[in-house]
RNA sequence: GCAGAGAUGGCGGAGUGGUCGAACGCGCACGACUCGAAAUCGUGUUACGGGCAACUGUACGGGGGUUCGAAUCCCUCUCUCUGCGCCA
């Protein structure tokens, strides 16, 4: 959500931004707010008004109820009862006007920076730095499900009959490489300075729509039946949600966190090949980053942040490039978007592993996060950011492609191997 | 899960139907005193919205209700504390 103010003083701005992001559909929403705020601060004028006046008449009822004046105390009571009507039609009129303004801000893109390439879809993402050159395998690299059960490093069978497709259970070395991938992906941000922390895996209702649209909440969140919990769908949910409605002293700025946690996601609709296997599933973990900053300093963290990722995957030898998102992919709650992209050696082609983001203030206005700007003395709105640190099983795709030997067995690179018991690779059964 | 008590400003804590946006204390800011400081004294100090402004509205955990009027009464939800029960 932008600032209503922006709208009022700058209306081409806002809607030059929404023609950049190609949804010029939406370009009526901004002169629907400006009508829409109109009428709204003239209810409000008149709600005020009526309601001053109520309070004054409420003043002189108790006066006169102490003087006993008790006939007319009962003559103004009447006055303000027909007042009262007046107020309730006024507020139930004015509440209408907001929840429609509200609905169209909602729908109104955040401003995008002017970095962001300009382009329709996800075509039109641009390739940006490259890191590590990715090798040429004399050998053909077969399809991630095969190299993991040559291994013996996955049960899905057992999964579709206990838990349904989209389910896995990882055995073995691989369930070991899959927790180490975590902890050292934890250990290296907590030596990047940022803070650890495991949140809740569920989270109310209240929060769900505070942090996503309800189609996202619909295609996305698995309810705990009976209760008014929701399966988070990755940590930001619980991390982002922890400062719903806080205004933080400008000291705890920024707030560097890394948080670990599984993620629930229903994943609606068939996906082809390269979604299947542990690509799309419908639980994975994670470990995630966020920060809260103050609003000059997200530009500074973004780059910061996608550039921790990159390192980390160059850290255990796998090829990546940054993906910069084109305007009309960009999220509508977002100012700036990249992914980060594995190179997969079958698919001779890189394919996402993380996502790093900033939504300027937007989904800080949403959720009411502020600090205390202490040059103004006033409340401002912080900015927040995520990224991915990595996400097995998916970053296992990467890991296993790149790492394969001609021989079948899997190369451990030098940092992981303090997590693998020292082993330098995994070699494949009989 | 059951029973009881509670949720008020940055913090502690009064207030049980009207003059309460909220006593008092702490903290914080500014000023006086001082060579400077401490102590002391004085002044100020909730947030969000509308209005050029004067001014005005809303909010005492959340939501709903009663009333001319609710921090105060009723319902409901959430959370905290105490005791009991249960359980990794």
């Known amino acids: 959500m932008i600032d209503i103010e922006l709208i009022r003083k700058n209306p081409e701005f806002v809607k030059e931004n929404i023609k950049k992001k190609f949804q ?85 893109p955040n401003i ?4 962001v390439p300009l382009g329709k879809d996800d075509s039109q993402n641009v390739e940006g730095k490259v890191y590590l050159k990715a090798e040429q395998k004399t ?14 490093g996955i049960d899905l069978d057992s999964a579709r009959r206990t838990s349904g497709n989209g389910f ?28 650890f922390c495991i949140p809740p895996y569920m989270i109310r209702s209240d929060v769900v729509s505070g942090v996503m649209s309800f189609e996202e909440m619909d295609g996305m969140m698995y309810k705990i039946e009976g209760e008014d919990l929701y399966l988070i769908g990755t940590s930001e949910h619980s991390m982002i949600g922890r400062f719903m409605g806080t205004t933080l002293p400008e000291s705890k700025l920024p707030q560097t966190l890394t948080s670990y946690s599984p993620c629930f996601r229903k994943e609606k609709g068939a996906h082809g090949l390269e979604e299947r296997g542990i ?15 103050k609003p000059e300093e997200s530009d500074y963290w973004y ?54 983001s900033n939504l300027t203030d937007a989904q800080a206005r949403r959720l009411g996060i502020k600090y205390k700007n202490e040059k103004t003395g006033r409340n401002e709105f912080v900015h927040t950011l995520n990224n991915t640190v990595v996400a097995p099983p998916r970053m296992l795709i990467a890991f296993l492609e790149n790492h394969l030997q001609a021989d079948g067995s899997v190369y451990i690179p030098p940092v992981l191997r303090p997590y693998m018991g020292g082993k330098d690779k995994i070699i494949p059964k009989k």
């Open 279 to 293: 690509y799309r599933i419908h639980q994975f973990e994670k470990q995630e980053m966020i920060v809260l900053c």
């Open 139 to 152: 050998f053909e690299v077969p399809y991630h499900l095969d190299i993991l059960e040559s291994v013996d």
């Open 303 to 356: 780059e910061k942040m996608w550039n921790y990722t990159v390192e980390l995957f160059v850290s255990m030898e796998i090829p990546v490039r940054q993906l910069l998102c084109c305007s009309g992919d960009l999220a509508d709650l977002k100012y700036e978007s990249c992914d980060i992209e594995a190179w997969s050696p079958r698919q001779k082609k890189y394919f996402e592993v993380g996502s790093c």
């Open 24 to 108: 010029d559909g939406k370009l009526c929403l901004v002169d629907k707010v400006l009508e829409l705020d109109k009428s709204k601060r003239a209810l409000q004028t008149e709600g005020d008004g009526l309601r001053a006046q109520r309070n004054e008449l409420a003043k002189k009822i108790g006066a006169l109820m102490r003087e006993k004046k008790l006939k007319e105390a009962e003559e103004i009571k009447e006055i303000s009862k027909k007042n009262n009507e007046r107020v309730a039609e006024i507020e139930k009129e004015c509440a209408e006007v907001e929840a429609e303004l509200k609905k169209a801000m909602m729908s109104i």
């Open 168 to 195: 896995y259970y990882l055995t073995g070395d691989i369930a070991r490489l899959h927790s180490a991938v975590l902890t050292y992906a934890r250990d290296f941000m907590i030596d990047k300075g940022f803070t």
């Open 112 to 115: 995008i920076s002017e970095r």
